[in-house]
């Protein structure tokens, strides 16, 4: 029997919840959180499951703005940090899966590198 490449079912949620898959499946992992999209996943992954909870505060007696008003008070903080660490999340992902932190900023050297590689000729240096 052949190792698998990409999750089962029960792996990708053990994953989504922190675990770690096996070695067979490096690849995927970095396509997760390095390839495109990958920000739009973790975006979902931390604020869509927190979503519903937060509807609660919408039942506490009082005008509809209220309990808005406290889900607005959670919820936009925990967007921010989300943002904000996201490449923090990634990296240490990446190392709990055994594979090289630089790989989470990768996309953004090449871009760095190509960007440099056209002023240089557009300067003569090339």
Do not use: N
Not at 17 to 30: D, E, F, N, R, Y
Not at 53 to 58: D, I, Q, T, V
């Amino acid at each position: 029997m052949t190792e698998r490449s990409t999750p089962t079912f029960a792996q990708r949620v053990r994953y989504i919840a922190g675990g770690t898959l096996p070695v067979s499946m490096s690849q995927w992992v970095i396509r997760d959180l390095t390839g495109p999209g990958a920000a739009r996943r973790y975006l979902l992954r931390f604020l869509v499951p927190i979503f519903p909870p937060l509807c609660l505060f919408l039942l506490v007696p009082g005008p509809l703005w209220m309990g808005a008003g406290m889900m607005a008070l959670l919820y936009l903080p925990l967007i921010y940090f989300t943002v904000a660490l996201m490449y923090v999340y990634r990296r240490a992902r990446l190392v709990k899966h055994g594979l090289d932190p630089a790989l989470a900023d990768h996309r953004e050297r090449e871009r760095a590198a190509a960007d440099r590689a056209a002023y240089e000729r557009r300067h003569g240096r090339g």
